[in-house]
């Protein structure tokens, strides 16, 4: 199982990224996603996360500006990031809760994409 990110890069503040997080491989279902971010000098942190049946869960910094979605058709999670601040500056990172068999349940992360909020 692998998970691909992208759709970082550099933006001024108030602008807006969708970054995304490709899954391939093999595995029978996808439950949770969820996209986490790590800032220089920071620890890992929780953006947002969202179930297969679309219920979503997020950081209070993130509330009103960001918004997690997914495809199940695609596997693929997306994240809008709308009224982005210089505070958001992170790798972002996109995890996933992969059913790989009747009791097997395994946690993949991707390789982070760079988000950087500067004029």
């Known amino acids: 199982v692998q998970l691909q990110a992208s759709g970082g890069g550099l933006v001024q503040p108030g602008g807006s990224l969708r970054l995304s997080c490709v899954a391939s491989g093999s595995f029978s279902s996808i439950g949770v996603m969820g996209w986490y971010r790590q800032a220089p000098g920071q620890q890992r942190e929780l953006v947002a996360v969202?179930?297969?049946?679309?219920?979503?869960n997020y950081a209070d910094f993130v509330k009103g500006r960001f918004t997690i979605s997914r495809d199940r058709v695609k596997n693929t999670a997306y994240l809008q990031m709308d009224s982005l601040k210089p505070e958001d500056t992170a790798v972002y990172y996109c995890n996933g809760n992969f059913i790989l068999g009747a009791f097997t349940v395994k946690t993949y992360w991707g390789l982070g994409t760079l988000v950087t909020v500067s004029s």
């Open positions: 969202t179930r297969s049946d679309g219920f979503a």
